[in-house]
């Protein structure tokens, strides 16, 4: 694709990133991290969205420096060779097995009630089939379509949030006792908030030049940074009526503005938010795949640029995964644990090539804090995916 092709600007890209990094972890982190260790949640996320853009400086710097469909696993050969190219490629891969479904499954659970009779599998199926038609689409008309929907769902939690603040009476924070093992098993979970960046490479193709790229990360940062934090101040600091008798339930943050329409609002902005999400991870990483030219037919685009014989066969897995959890196989839960140890593997090696490329500053010191602070929550992950990532990585060692 030449300079002329390249359509995405600072504002399409950041409406490609936000609603999608923001995705299902925004409906489902801040209530669930809440509901496990009360008000130390807002500790958790002031560090974790702190890291999460050092993370997301990182791995736009190396976006930057090695542009290209394969996206950060450029760098990785650049520093490392092309044996954990491939090691880093394949993590995301298996990653993008797993975590996709997750999140179609997540979107069908908000709007199963509509559709009571409905298996969440068979709606997950129905969701996929309209990612998959937006993904048709060119680049440039779906940064712009996701830049007006993004906008407009930030604006709901972000005025929701502030409206719940402001009707605080006194700000009491008092930190509940909890064990390692609670505060390893939260950093886990909230880890799915900051995933998504390491995808962002995958696009640097389809931007103007490396300023629009530069600036995209830096907004969607900061503007991801301040819904999270705005939701848990509003979650842990809020009145709410049934806050010490119940669950909390995220419905209660919009329902002093939206009344009555609050759950129709957060159930069609939670699979708007999903779809996203499914469209940042699936169309990146079918463009890694394509750049790796594993074959003739997976390296097949249309004439808009869509990857579209690696997208067909992510599809094909799709398919199939639903079907293990249709039939019970697979659960919800092994989905997202799969996908979170995967995605923190491949976070770990973008890391290490981001030590090994950067000089002395303030990136590389951040990158030595979040490889040793990744390997910590790595190794609360599932114990047979710490198995199948620490072998796949002695064999990629140990082969010439």
Known sequence: MNVKEKKLNTFTLSGLIIGPILGSGVILLPPLLYN?????????????????????????????????????????????????????????ICAVFFGPV??????????????????????????????????LVKIDFLGKLMLIVTSTITLIFLICSVNILLHVDSFIFELPNIEIKELGHSFLIVFWAIVGWEVIGNYSNEVKNTKTLTTAVIVSAIIVSLVYFL??????????????????KLVWLIEPIFHS???NILSFVS?????????????????????????QYTSKHLKNGTPIGSLNFLS?????????????????????????GFFIANAIIGLITAILLFESGFLRYSAYLLTVLFLGILLFSNLFILLIIAGLFVFTYLKR
């Open 261 to 263: 329409y609050s759950q």
């Open 36 to 92: 496990i260790i009360g008000n130390f949640s807002l500790l958790i996320w002031l560090s974790i969205l702190i890291l999460g853009f050092s993370f997301a400086l990182i791995f736009g710097k190396l976006a930057i420096l090695f542009p290209g469909d394969g996206g950060v696993s450029l760098a990785t050969k650049s520093a490392m060779g092309e044996k954990y190219q491939i090691l880093t490629s394949f993590y995301l």
């Open 271 to 295: 699979v708007i938010l999903c779809i996203g999400t499914l469209l940042l991870f699936i169309g990146g990483v079918a463009r890694l795949i394509s750049s790796l030219k594993f074959t």
């Open 231 to 248: 939701i848990a101040l509003a979650i842990c600091f809020g009145d709410f009526s049934n806050k010490n008798s119940e669950s909390f």
């Open 102 to 135: 997750a999140v179609l499954l997540i979107a069908a659970t908000f709007i199963q009630e509509y559709f009571p009779d409905t298996s969440i599998v068979i709606l997950g199926f129905f969701i996929y089939l309209i990612t998959y038609t937006l993904m």
């Open 316 to 340: 094909s897995i799709y398919m199939i995964t639903l079907g293990l959890v249709y039939f019970s196989f697979l659960s919800l839960d092994d989905l997202v644990a799969f996908a979170d």
